[in-house]
């Protein structure tokens, strides 16, 4: 019995080390029942096995005793084949608790691969998922050049990203691989997920393709984009430019002084019409540019310029607008330079035959005194006629400043018809009419001198020559190496030339020519006139001077008055003599005298009978 049991539980024993369990919990429960048969079930066995040798063992002693055949079991149940049996079991249970421990390692393992397994399908579908989403979200319709450059960037990173969670595809492939060949009972569930993972993968394969050609088509439609706002800078900024620039110019203000000058400006104004039409396309391209970029850029500005082709096509029309004014403009500068233009031809007219005018009677002026042939007197009414003729043309002198002044208002500076202007023929026309008034005076002093001092014309003219003679410049005057070279040739004993050169220095020394000198020329201007040389000549010449003649001479030129003013001095005698006399006179004290009145009368006695060389 005990063999045969043994020998049956061998296949039990056996049947739980080979079937594999499907479940931890399965081979806990196996464990369990092979922990209940050794502790319940083969206790009472290994009693009975123990129980059947003992009895084996009587029962052989007492048939030996007895002298009886020993008993011999059937083939199969000796004690041996027991003990044989016994041990068989016992190996069989060692084997079996083993391969159940194992198995629950296997099943733990195969467990905690699950785990990683599931943990990493759903972490790298949970990635995917959300990859996806953020490639469908992604706005690359909106996104200007630099952010697509900064997408491309992260999406170029993004390869690294995928190269990791393609090493994470591949481990969940490993994972299901191993479980399936270790027989895990779940490995259709396992290859189930393992080949769904791979679909989501393939999915975002193509999603990621599809959202790099958006980026990559994108790009090059805002680097087009950029690239004709680029270009759009680049003939907007300089068309800008040329348009305010010609504004400015169409708008300045101008002054020209010639007719030259206006057309100057016609003339350029003309070229700057003449260049509308290319300008005019180069605004045509613009907007052409500017349409384009409309029909493919749906948002956004332009970074290379705040210009707009709205705000350009305003100052064109402005532009435009401004052409037909500047033309009137200029026309109108035209005509009013042309009228100034006549004008300054008129008194270009005017002055050159008012300048060759005085020319001629400065001539005249000049015959009227070197004349050999004519007296003093004759020259006296020569002068007259010359100044009343002076006198009949101030009408054209003052139509000429009638004219200068239309010249001023119309702001006229430059007159290449005339080179004269009105001050210089206002000196002319001052110095002709004192230069007559001037010389008439002196031909009166000359007769004066000739008639107070008893001297006739030849005396005169004898003095003339010897002036004129010495007058190098023929300006009517002497300085005063001249006057001495004169008063040596007519055989005064004067100071030698050195001295006279020399004399500023010894101011202690006054020597006679010095005295002269303060005669002829009171207020040192370094020039002696012909009325000065011909008193001084007269005086030294005549003996029969006296100083009622004199005085005489002074009641003539003061209205038979006791006094004479510096005033009535200054008008009837040269600069130089008069200031003598008046320098030298006292003041008149007497009861009818006046504020300034001079006393000619003490100084023709002090002066009487006087010579200075």
Request: hydrophobic letters at 35%; a negative charge; aromatic letters at 8%.
């Amino acid at each position: 019995v005990v063999s045969t049991q043994s020998t049956g539980m061998i296949p039990w024993i056996d049947q739980m080390r080979e079937q594999r369990a499907s479940s931890i919990s399965e081979v806990k429960a196996r464990l369990e029942e092979f922990r209940t048969y050794r502790l319940t079930v083969k206790p009472p066995k290994t009693e009975e096995k123990g129980k059947l040798i003992t009895d084996y063992n009587t029962l052989q002693t007492k048939l030996r005793l007895s002298n009886r055949p020993a008993f011999l079991p059937s083939e199969g149940k000796l004690i041996n084949d027991i003990e044989r049996a016994w041990d068989n079991l016992e190996t069989t249970e060692r084997g079996v608790e083993q391969h159940l421990m194992s198995e629950l390692i296997r099943l733990q393992r195969l467990e905690h691969l699950f785990a990683r397994f599931s943990q990493k399908c759903d972490s790298l579908a949970a990635w995917i998922t959300e990859t996806k989403a953020f490639f469908k979200k992604d706005n690359i319709a909106e996104a200007d050049l630099n952010e697509l450059l900064g997408k491309i960037k992260s999406d170029d990173a993004f390869d690294t990203d995928m190269g990791i969670h393609s090493e994470r595809l591949e481990q969940i492939a490993n994972l299901a691989h191993d479980m399936v060949q270790q027989g895990f009972s779940k490995a259709a569930e396992v290859a189930a997920r393992s080949q769904a993972m791979n679909g989501l993968w393939e999915n975002l394969l193509v999603a990621r393709t599809k959202h790099r050609e958006d980026l990559e088509q994108a790009r090059e439609t805002q680097e087009k984009i950029d690239q004709m706002r680029l270009d759009f800078a680049k003939k907007a900024n300089p068309f800008n430019n040329w348009l305010e620039g010609a504004r400015e110019d169409l708008l300045d203000s101008f002054v020209c002084h010639s007719i030259e000058e206006v057309n100057s400006l016609v003339t350029a104004h003309e070229e700057f019409k003449a260049c509308l039409p290319e300008f005019h396309q180069i605004f045509l391209d613009i907007q052409q540019l500017q349409q384009e970029i409309d029909v493919i850029a749906t948002f956004g500005s332009n970074p290379y310029t705040n210009l707009e082709v709205d705000s350009l096509g305003t100052k064109w029309n402005e532009l435009l607008q401004l052409i037909p004014q500047r033309d009137q403009i200029l026309q109108d500068a035209l005509v009013k330079e042309k009228k100034k233009d006549e004008l300054r031809k008129t008194f270009a007219n005017h002055a050159n035959w008012f300048a060759n005018w005085t020319t001629e009677e400065q001539r005249k002026i000049s015959e009227s005194t070197m004349g050999p042939d004519l007296s003093l007197n004759e020259q006296l009414a020569y002068l007259a006629e010359l100044l009343e003729e002076v006198e009949g043309y101030k009408p054209q002198y003052e139509e000429l400043e009638n004219l200068n002044k239309l010249i001023q208002n119309e702001v006229i500076f430059n007159n290449p018809y005339c080179k004269h202007t009105m001050e210089s023929l206002n000196v002319s026309w001052e110095e002709l009419h004192n230069s007559v008034a001037r010389q008439k005076n002196a031909v009166e002093n000359q007769i004066l001198v000739r008639d107070s001092k008893g001297i006739n014309e030849e005396q005169v003219k004898e003095m003339k020559s010897a002036f004129d003679h010495f007058d190098k410049n023929d300006d009517g005057r002497l300085d005063h190496f001249e006057f001495r070279a004169c008063l040596v040739s007519l055989g005064y004993n004067v100071d030698t030339e050195e001295h006279l050169v020399n004399h500023a220095a010894d101011t202690d020394r006054h020597s006679d020519f010095e005295r002269v000198l303060q005669m002829v020329d009171p207020d040192m201007t370094g020039q002696v006139t012909f009325n000065a040389f011909m008193d001084f000549m007269t005086q030294e010449a005549s003996d029969m001077d006296t100083a009622e003649q004199i005085i005489a001479s002074f009641r003539v030129l003061a209205g038979d008055k006791r006094y004479i003013t510096p005033e009535e001095i200054r008008r009837e005698l040269p600069a130089h003599q008069a200031e003598y006399c008046i320098a030298r006179m006292s003041p008149y004290e007497g009861h009818d005298a006046v504020p300034g009145s001079l006393d000619y009368m003490s100084f023709a006695t002090a002066l009487y009978g006087q010579s200075d060389l």
